[in-house]
């Protein structure tokens, strides 16, 4: 599966950004789909994640603030990130724990190509 995310950006904190991620290949069933960050220097973090039928489960920095949603007829996870912060500054990556294809085959731990997210003060 490849992933294509998309929809960072630059933004004054306060503002919001929503950022998508769509997996295209022959898919038959993906499990979790969740984005991650990382700063320079630090390592990758999860931000967000969301399995089927659709429990979620957010980071303690951002609860309350970003809402993660998936669209499972287009194999596509969003982030909507309310009320951004300085700290929220990263490059977010998404990504798929699990795929069965239509060839039963699984594949695991799949990541997409990241977006930057850039909240300045």
């Known amino acids: 599966v490849q992933l294509q995310a998309s929809g960072g950006g630059s933004v004054q904190a306060g503002g919001s950004l929503r950022l998508s991620c769509a997996a295209s290949g022959n898919i038959a069933v993906i499990n979790a789909m969740g984005w991650y960050r990382q700063t320079p220097g630090n390592e990758r973090e999860l931000v967000a994640q969301i399995f089927t039928g659709d429990r979620a489960k957010y980071a303690n920095s951002v609860k309350g603030r970003f809402t993660i949603s998936r669209n499972n007829a287009k194999n596509t996870v969003y982030l909507q990130m309310n009320n951004l912060k300085p700290e929220d500054t990263a490059v977010y990556y998404c990504?798929?724990?699990?795929?069965?294809?239509?060839?039963?085959?699984?594949?695991?731990?799949?990541w997409g190509q990241g977006t930057l997210v850039t909240v300045s003060s």
């Open positions: 990504n798929v724990d699990r795929v069965l294809y239509g060839d039963y085959r699984y594949e695991y731990d799949i």
